[in-house]
């Protein structure tokens, strides 16, 4: 069964530090995703990883995928306010017949 | 109207009702599912539609009933549902055999059963 494991749970990050959001799976996947989630509002995607070694940028977030260790990371650098939202990944078999969440990690960046 | 939509955004009803919630993509998208979101569990895949075909069905109890007419129209019927299905609804499509089969998420049905 494809499990997918997301830590931390909840970060309260200053304003201008770095931290990382890690997302293990179980099984051998096509794809991995990356969401954001706003209180209140739907999910947004930010990244899709489809290859080991893939890594993707925007803005002050990168993702990267390993799929080797089935392991993604969610890097922030230097965070600002405007960056706390639920992030969410998500793992996906071919054609998203199985697709499976984190549990998510709630995101606070203080000033 | 752009994207996925869905409505109603808000819906109260009570366990012997029935009510359906809907979705429409206007994305050009040949794929749409259900998700279920609770507030102690992780976002839960609830159906898949395929080119119209329903490919998936995660044990979902049969008081929730999809039905998609069409590409870009998908319905979640529910009936005698149970205060535990309180939840979010949210509904998404893709391009599925696309690049990136990336989902693109409506805002969702807060529904509360009472």
């Known amino acids: 069964e494809l499990k997918v494991e997301q830590n931390p749970l909840f970060l309260s990050m200053q304003e201008g530090k770095n931290y990382t959001i890690y997302c293990n799976y179980s099984?051998?996947?096509?794809?991995l995703y990356w969401y954001r989630q706003d209180p209140g509002k739907s999910l947004e995607s930010l990244f899709v990883l489809l290859s080991n070694g893939a890594v993707k940028q925007e803005g002050r977030l990168m993702a990267s995928l390993d799929t080797k260790a089935r392991l993604s990371t969610l890097h922030i650098t230097a965070a600002v306010h405007d960056l706390s939202a639920t992030y969410f990944c998500?793992?996906?078999?071919?054609?998203?017949?199985?697709?499976?969440f984190g549990a998510g990690t709630r995101l606070t960046v203080k000033p | 109207e752009t994207g996925v939509t869905q409505t109603p955004r808000h819906l109260v009803m009570g366990m012997t009702n029935k009510k359906s919630l809907k979705c429409e993509q206007h994305l050009g998208h040949n794929a749409m599912y259900w998700y279920k979101q609770s507030a102690k569990k992780p976002l839960e895949l609830m159906f898949v539609y395929n080119f119209k075909e329903q490919t998936e069905n995660n044990s979902v109890p049969s008081r929730f009933s999809p039905e998609c007419p069409n590409s870009s129209h998908l319905f979640l019927h529910l009936h005698t549902l149970q205060p535990e299905d309180s939840a979010l609804y949210l509904c998404?499509?893709?391009?599925?055999?696309?690049?990136?089969?990336?989902?693109?998420f409506g805002p969702g049905t807060r529904l509360t059963v009472l």
């Open positions: 998500a793992v996906a078999t071919y054609n998203n017949n199985d697709m499976r």
């Open positions: 998404a499509s893709s391009e599925v055999a696309g690049n990136t089969d990336t989902q693109y």
């Open positions: 099984t051998t996947s096509d794809r």
